[in-house]
């Protein structure tokens, strides 16, 4: 299992940015994947930007080139940035980790994890 903390939220107005900080503890050697999501108001949760299992970024389309996310290996902490901050941004902010092949399961048995939820909320 895995504990995820994330951090860094706030009121802003639009234009300005923020940095949310996620800190993984516990059995962070077996993450394959990490992810930052939101939901905003009546709205379903949806995928902002990730480091899939394979490496690399994806980022949803309406934050492209807005949002930036990275991770500290020795912190053992993710990280999204955000720039340019819209109103439209305002939303509750989860980190989740993708667990696979942890010690005692199943080999190929994968499970997620989330954080809390941070919440972001930007005026106009």
Aim: overall charge neutral; some cysteine; charged content about 20%.
């Amino acid at each position: 299992q895995v504990q995820l903390v994330e951090s860094g939220g706030g009121l802003v107005q639009a234009g300005a940015s923020l940095r949310l900080s996620c800190a993984a503890s516990g059995d962070t050697i077996c993450i394959s994947a990490l992810g930052w999501y939101r939901q905003g108001p009546g709205k379903e949760r949806e995928l902002v930007a990730g480091i899939p299992s394979d490496g690399g970024t994806n980022y949803a389309d309406s934050v492209k080139g807005r949002f930036i996310i990275s991770r500290d290996n020795a912190k053992n902490t993710l990280y999204l940035q955000m720039n340019s901050l819209k109103p439209e941004d305002t939303a509750v902010y989860y980190c989740k980790a993708e667990l696979i092949n942890c010690q005692g399961w199943p080999r190929g048995f994968k499970d997620d994890y989330w954080g809390q939820g941070t919440q972001v909320t930007v005026s106009s």
